[in-house]
RNA sequence: GCGGGCGUGGCGGAAUGGUAGACGCAUGGGACUUAAACUCCCUGGGGCGCAAGCCUGUGCGGGUUCGAGUCCCGCCGCCCGCACCA
């Protein structure tokens, strides 16, 4: 019978689902909860889905193996923006959009034979995850985790609303077309940077995360020790000072002026009596308001004529600019420029013949080669490395850039001009959006009593169902009725909040609602005790920071309010990273040369169905808009899900990113069914104890290598062992063994051929239920060890020796080697370096 | 611009500082077949050589080491993130 996916995947998929499989249930085994991070219901499931959740599965399948109660749940990331966007290119509610794509989604997952526990299924959007995430908004409110404050958002003038950034194309407006202007809005602002220093000291106690990802969450955070100070204004009674904050007060000699932000107080009160100045910061304004815009803009300066006094020499004037560069967020939205020392700075100076004047120079230097060195570039070394300070003023002139930030500080603090101070780049979460199709935040606004939390017992506040998306703008702010609520707190009338909470809010909490998900309440002690934490989570490098530092806070404001116990403030054990699924992207062009994409099932040997080639752009991320898309549905039904798990895991390393290319898929599909034959066709005959070693140097391979996350190398071990079962004459129970570890060894991976595999060797009950299977050490070792020979570190020969031969004997075998004689030509060894086990090398 | 990562045959990749190229794909050769497909076997970085073997080779340029794909310094290219995309 030959192999038909077809037929047995669903027919196991059925088997399990019979006996209920994969529910977790609290019991006395270890717990083991597997999560990837959930997907945006988009329409359709795409391969990088695909990836995610075959890892995840493989992760799941193993350590239920192993003897753990897994949760392996699923749930979907409801609320945001392409739903609305839907509503109104097409018409439609956002709602019905979400939840037909959940069913489609859902659909074509299950095929996939995922080990998820379905029960647990939620969606962000369902009315019972909204209830339960306002209740938890009103206990952060109430342990003072929340604010209020202004912040810039992106205003579309002609839309009349807000945009996200990534509907800001090259400063205009995505539909409009309009030049988008920045415009500030009283917004809700969850705490976040109370925890700066808390969620960058945590980060070295999770051990289990990538390095890479902890260090950028620590640049995130970006904490700095530097010097705030004050430069005393000159004629400008109403503003006496301008307060600055320098990671580099070393260089306060070689300050050259002093920048404001656009959105400082100062400039904003020029700009009130000085159309000059309104009209330069109307400038800076056009700019977006993401930190890439500013910091890739041309640098531009203003001059307002005023002047400061230097804090070390009351004589010494030094001008105030206003730069768009200088972010009001960090910092006090002012700094000095020391040009020689800082690449921007210097641009700046450059630009404006403002002076360049050197702190310091190489070691050795003096004032004139440092102020020379710093002419045309900035000189700008290591913190760590010694200089010489020519225009120093607080310890040695030779000393590192460390020592001299200190000493300044000191000075500072002696003299009682500035005092150095801890600062945090993270700034706090804004989460208010102007938008529909989100969480709403329960608080309403009372003419008596101000802004005050919805009742609890009025939860949820639900969105009205009765909403158009004709006009731009956000449809709850212009409801006939929905906002008109009575205060909790007077009971006179009053107007609901109509901002709905940002998308990340909803993801950074859903890990946990998953221990218990239909509980009255945010979450169940019982549950989050026994479940919690994520021992592996899973998903894009993309998340690296907002997603996960998010999380982190959340999981933190969740002990704070009780709905998480203490040992659950750092919600994620474990947390890998996998890369992307990227195809060739197939190109024509029109009769005016405008590129046309063509989906890959419609290009043949390099040309389409009427024979006009095309041309083959390398890879990259799948995308609709390049049609370099491979619909994960139709690779399940031409060639079963386990080809496209098995593909998903072999070749390239989870970490990276795969290439999905039809000969892949092809191979692995043909794989498949040569697993499929060595299992169907079983010879009788006698034992091969060669074929048993091979067995279990593949059990501890896969093992070691799965725990390791290189399910490639896992992949490849097995292919190893289909190989030496191939090859071995061994016949009867002997042959049936080496199939029953292989099948094992492949569930997880390839769950619906495995149970096949493991049925026809005659295996007991189903693999899905059986131990994991363990290596017999003596099967794994070996009496002898070839060791490469190497003269001066080439290989020139290699000796076979018993495993424990001492050195002594090993340096004897190898100075008589015929080779070895050959290149010595009768000198002694300058050196000989035997490591046990790996390689001989000669240094002649 | 800033922060982080990656770079190895024709391709995907493997390699506790210790034989570079495991395993797979593509290619070439052979077996089976009336033929093809399927399947099976062999070959498989580049150069020289009948062969044994020798030279060369991990983005580029330096360095450390008995020994470097791996560690250090400087470049180049690509990818991810930059706070309202999810």
Same mark, same amino acid.
């Given at each position: 019978?030959?192999?038909?996916?077809?037929?047995?995947e669903?027919?196991?998929?059925e088997?399990?689902?019979?006996?209920?499989?994969?529910?977790a249930?609290?019991?006395?085994?270890?717990?083991?909860?597997?999560?990837e991070?959930?997907p945006y219901?988009?329409?359709?499931?795409?391969?990088?889905?695909?990836r995610?959740?075959t890892?995840?599965?493989?992760?799941?399948?193993?350590?239920?193996?192993q003897?753990?109660?897994?949760l392996?749940?699923?749930?979907?990331?409801?609320?945001?923006?392409?739903?609305e966007?839907?509503?109104m290119e097409q018409?439609?509610?956002?709602?019905?959009?979400?939840?037909?794509?959940?069913?489609t989604?859902?659909?074509?997952?299950?095929?996939?034979?995922l @080990?998820?526990?379905?029960s647990?299924?939620?969606a962000?959007?369902?009315?019972?995850?909204?209830a339960q995430?306002?209740a938890?908004? +009103?206990?952060?409110?109430?342990?003072?985790l929340?604010?209020?404050?202004s912040?810039q958002?992106?205003?579309?003038?002609?839309?009349?609303?807000?945009?996200?950034?990534?509907?800001?194309?090259?400063?205009?407006?995505?539909r409009?077309?309009a030049?988008?202007e920045?415009k500030?809005l009283?917004?809700?602002?969850?705490k976040?940077s109370?925890?700066s220093?808390?969620?960058?000291?945590?980060?070295?106690?999770?051990?289990?995360?990538?390095?890479?990802?902890?260090?950028?969450?620590?640049?995130w955070?970006?904490?700095?020790?530097?010097?705030?100070?004050?430069?005393?204004t000159?004629?400008?009674?109403?503003f006496?000072s301008?307060?600055?904050y320098?990671?580099r007060p070393?260089?306060?000699?070689?300050?050259? #002026?002093?920048?404001?932000?656009?959105?400082?107080p100062?400039?904003?009160?020029?700009?009130a009596?000085?159309?000059?100045?309104?009209?330069?910061?109307?400038?800076?304004?056009r700019?977006?308001?993401?930190?890439?815009?500013?910091?890739?803009?041309p640098?531009?300066? #203003?001059?307002t004529?005023?002047?400061?006094r230097?804090?070390?020499?009351p004589d010494?004037?030094?001008?105030?600019?206003?730069a768009?560069?200088?972010?009001m967020?960090y910092?006090?939205?002012?700094i000095?420029? @020391?040009?020689?020392?800082?690449?921007?700075?210097?641009?700046?100076?450059?630009?404006?013949?403002?002076?360049i004047?050197?702190?310091?120079?190489?070691?050795?230097?003096?004032?004139?080669?440092?102020d020379? +060195?710093?002419?045309?570039?900035p000189?700008?070394?290591?913190?760590?490395?010694?200089?010489?300070?020519?225009?120093g003023?607080?310890?040695?002139?030779?000393?590192?850039?460390?020592?001299?930030?200190d000493?300044?500080?000191?000075?500072?603090e002696a003299?009682?001009?500035?005092?150095?101070?801890?600062?945090?780049?993270?700034?706090?979460?804004?989460?208010?959006?102007?938008?529909?199709?989100g969480?709403p935040?329960?608080?309403?606004?009372?003419?008596a009593c101000?802004?005050?939390?919805?009742?609890k017992?009025?939860?949820?506040?639900?969105?009205?169902q009765?909403?158009? #998306?004709?006009?731009?703008?956000?449809?709850?702010?212009r409801?006939? &009725?929905?906002?008109?609520?009575?205060?909790?707190?007077?009971g006179?009338?009053?107007?609901?909040?109509?901002? &709905?909470?940002? &998308?990340?809010?909803?993801?950074?909490?859903?890990y946990?609602r998953? &221990? @218990?998900?239909?509980a009255?309440?945010?979450?169940?002690?019982?549950?989050?005790?026994?479940?919690?934490?994520v021992d592996?989570?899973?998903?894009?490098i993309?998340?690296?920071?907002?997603?996960?530092?998010?999380?982190?806070?959340?999981?933190?404001?969740?002990v704070?309010?009780?709905h998480?116990?203490?040992?659950?403030?750092?919600?994620?054990?474990a947390?890998?990273?996998?890369?992307?699924?990227?195809?060739?992207?197939?190109?024509?062009?029109?009769?005016?040369?405008?590129?046309?994409?063509?989906?890959?099932?419609?290009?043949v040997d390099?040309?389409?169905?009427?024979?006009?080639?095309?041309?083959v752009?390398?890879?990259?991320?799948?995308?609709?808009s390049?049609?370099?898309?491979?619909?994960?549905?139709?690779?399940?039904e031409?060639?079963?899900?386990d080809?496209?798990?098995?593909?998903?895991?072999?070749?390239?390393?989870p970490?990276?990113d795969v290439?999905?290319?039809?000969?892949?898929?092809?191979?692995?599909?043909?794989?498949?069914?040569?697993?499929?034959?060595?299992?169907d066709?079983i010879?009788?005959?006698?034992?091969?104890?060669?074929?048993?070693?091979?067995?279990?140097?593949a059990?501890?391979?896969?093992?070691?290598?799965?725990?390791?996350f290189?399910?490639?190398?896992?992949?490849?071990k097995i292919?190893?062992?289909a190989n030496?079962?191939?090859?071995s004459?061994?016949?009867?129970?002997s042959?049936?063994e080496?199939?029953r570890?292989?099948?094992?060894?492949?569930?997880?991976?390839?769950?619906?051929l495995?149970?096949e595999?493991?049925?026809k060797?005659?295996?007991?009950g189903?693999?899905v239920?059986?131990?994991?299977?363990?290596?017999?050490?003596?099967?794994?070792v070996?009496?002898?060890?070839v060791?490469?020979?190497?003269?001066?570190?080439k290989?020139?020969?290699?000796?076979?020796?018993?495993?424990?031969?001492?050195?002594?004997?090993?340096?004897?075998?190898?100075?008589?080697?015929?080779?070895?004689q050959?290149f010595?030509?009768?000198?002694?060894?300058?050196?000989?370096?035997?490591?046990?086990?790996?390689?001989?090398?000669?240094v002649?």
């Amino acid at each position: 019978m030959p192999y038909d996916p077809a037929i047995s995947e669903p027919r196991w998929q059925e088997a399990w689902e019979q006996a209920d499989t994969f529910r977790a249930v609290r019991d006395e085994r270890p717990k083991y909860y597997v999560l990837e991070m959930f997907p945006y219901p988009s329409g359709r499931i795409h391969m990088g889905h695909v990836r995610n959740y075959t890892m995840g599965d493989v992760v799941a399948r193993f350590k239920r193996a192993q003897g753990f109660s897994v949760l392996h749940p699923m749930g979907w990331d409801a609320f945001g923006m392409p739903a609305e966007n839907a509503a109104m290119e097409q018409g439609g509610h956002p709602r019905d959009w979400t939840y037909g794509n959940i069913a489609t989604m859902r659909s074509q997952l299950k095929p996939l034979g995922l @080990s998820i526990d379905w029960s647990r299924e939620f969606a962000t959007c369902d009315d019972d995850y909204v209830a339960q995430q306002q209740a938890l908004f +009103l206990d952060m409110l109430e342990a003072g985790l929340i604010t209020r404050k202004s912040a810039q958002v992106n205003w579309d003038p002609v839309d009349m609303t807000v945009l996200a950034n990534e509907q800001v194309i090259d400063g205009k407006g995505w539909r409009s077309g309009a030049t988008v202007e920045r415009k500030e809005l009283t917004q809700w602002f969850f705490k976040i940077s109370d925890y700066s220093d808390e969620l960058l000291s945590a980060l070295d106690g999770l051990e289990g995360w990538p390095e890479k990802v902890r260090l950028m969450q620590a640049n995130w955070i970006g904490k700095s020790r530097g010097l705030q100070f004050r430069f005393q204004t000159v004629d400008l009674p109403d503003f006496p000072s301008i307060e600055v904050y320098t990671t580099r007060p070393d260089t306060l000699m070689g300050a050259s #002026f002093v920048a404001l932000s656009p959105d400082h107080p100062l400039v904003k009160a020029l700009a009130a009596s000085d159309h000059k100045v309104a009209a330069f910061v109307g400038e800076c304004r056009r700019i977006g308001t993401t930190e890439e815009a500013i910091e890739t803009a041309p640098k531009m300066g #203003f001059d307002t004529g005023l002047t400061v006094r230097h804090p070390l020499d009351p004589d010494w004037q030094l001008p105030i600019w206003i730069a768009n560069f200088v972010l009001m967020d960090y910092g006090t939205g002012a700094i000095f420029g @020391s040009p020689a020392h800082d690449e921007r700075d210097h641009e700046f100076a450059t630009k404006y013949g403002l002076p360049i004047r050197a702190t310091f120079g190489e070691r050795g230097m003096d004032l004139a080669a440092a102020d020379a +060195l710093v002419a045309k570039a900035p000189f700008v070394p290591l913190k760590s490395e010694t200089v010489t300070y020519v225009r120093g003023f607080a310890g040695a002139a030779d000393q590192t850039g460390e020592a001299a930030v200190d000493a300044a500080i000191q000075h500072a603090e002696a003299n009682g001009y500035g005092e150095g101070v801890t600062k945090f780049r993270l700034r706090d979460w804004g989460i208010s959006r102007q938008r529909y199709w989100g969480c709403p935040i329960p608080v309403v606004h009372c003419g008596a009593c101000g802004t005050v939390p919805e009742a609890k017992q009025n939860l949820p506040v639900l969105l009205p169902q009765d909403v158009s #998306f004709e006009v731009p703008g956000n449809p709850l702010n212009r409801h006939p &009725t929905w906002a008109a609520t009575t205060c909790p707190k007077c009971g006179g009338a009053a107007r609901r909040e109509t901002d &709905t909470m940002d &998308t990340f809010v909803d993801s950074s909490w859903y890990y946990a609602r998953f &221990t @218990s998900p239909h509980a009255a309440t945010p979450t169940d002690r019982a549950e989050t005790d026994y479940w919690m934490n994520v021992d592996q989570y899973i998903g894009g490098i993309e998340h690296a920071i907002l997603h996960l530092l998010y999380s982190r806070f959340f999981a933190r404001a969740m002990v704070k309010t009780g709905h998480l116990p203490e040992s659950a403030q750092e919600p994620f054990d474990a947390l890998f990273t996998q890369g992307m699924v990227t195809h060739e992207i197939y190109m024509t062009r029109d009769e005016r040369g405008r590129p046309v994409y063509h989906l890959p099932e419609d290009v043949v040997d390099g040309k389409l169905a009427d024979g006009t080639p095309v041309e083959v752009i390398p890879s990259a991320k799948m995308s609709k808009s390049k049609k370099n898309v491979v619909d994960p549905v139709n690779i399940v039904e031409g060639f079963g899900a386990d080809t496209a798990r098995w593909f998903m895991l072999s070749d390239s390393p989870p970490e990276r990113d795969v290439e999905w290319t039809a000969a892949g898929a092809e191979a692995a599909n043909r794989f498949l069914a040569r697993v499929w034959r060595l299992a169907d066709e079983i010879p009788e005959g006698g034992a091969d104890p060669e074929l048993a070693r091979a067995a279990h140097r593949a059990i501890d391979e896969v093992t070691k290598s799965i725990e390791g996350f290189a399910f490639n190398k896992a992949v490849a071990k097995i292919y190893e062992l289909a190989n030496s079962i191939g090859k071995s004459k061994a016949g009867g129970e002997s042959r049936r063994e080496a199939l029953r570890i292989m099948a094992q060894l492949m569930a997880p991976m390839v769950p619906h051929l495995a149970e096949e595999v493991w049925a026809k060797a005659g295996g007991q009950g189903m693999v899905v239920d059986a131990a994991w299977p363990k290596a017999d050490p003596a099967l794994l070792v070996s009496d002898s060890v070839v060791l490469p020979i190497q003269i001066n570190g080439k290989r020139r020969a290699e000796i076979e020796v018993p495993k424990d031969m001492p050195k002594d004997q090993i340096e004897a075998i190898v100075l008589a080697d015929e080779t070895v004689q050959r290149f010595m030509e009768g000198q002694p060894p300058k050196k000989l370096i035997v490591v046990p086990g790996r390689i001989v090398n000669v240094v002649v």
